[in-house]
């Protein structure tokens, strides 16, 4: 399984992105997807997620302003990103977690940078 994560960029504050993770492989259906930022001398966190039913969930602070969701026959997962700001500088990674067996994939990231 491999995951390529693809959009990002410099945007203005009050802008927006969407960002994009294919997974190759087989059995995109069986993964729940997330999407996580790193910020500059910062811990990773958890930005939102998407089960393989639909069921989303988000960090408070995106709540109203990001949006996940998934096409199964693309073996795409998205963010879109509203409303941007500054906090939002990052590199955003996607992650894959498989139903089955648990284990954990990851893309390399993409670098969303908001300016003021």
């Known amino acids: 399984v491999q995951l390529q994560a693809s959009g990002g960029g410099l945007v203005q504050a009050g802008g927006s992105l969407r960002l994009s993770c294919v997974l190759s492989?087989?059995?995109?259906?069986?993964?729940?997807m997330g999407w996580y930022r790193q910020a500059p001398g910062k811990e990773r966190e958890l930005v939102a997620t998407?089960?393989?039913?639909?069921?989303?969930t988000y960090a408070d602070s995106v709540k109203g302003r990001f949006t996940i969701s998934r096409d199964n026959a693309k073996n795409t997962a998205y963010l879109q990103m509203n409303n941007l700001n500054p906090a939002d500088t990052a590199v955003f990674y996607c992650?894959?977690?498989?139903?089955?067996?648990?284990?954990?994939?990851w893309g390399r990231g993409t670098l969303v940078t908001v300016s003021s």
């Open positions: 992650n894959a977690r498989s139903v089955v067996t648990r284990a954990d994939y």
């Open positions: 492989g087989r059995g995109f259906s069986l993964y729940s």
């Open positions: 998407v089960s393989t039913g639909g069921t989303t």
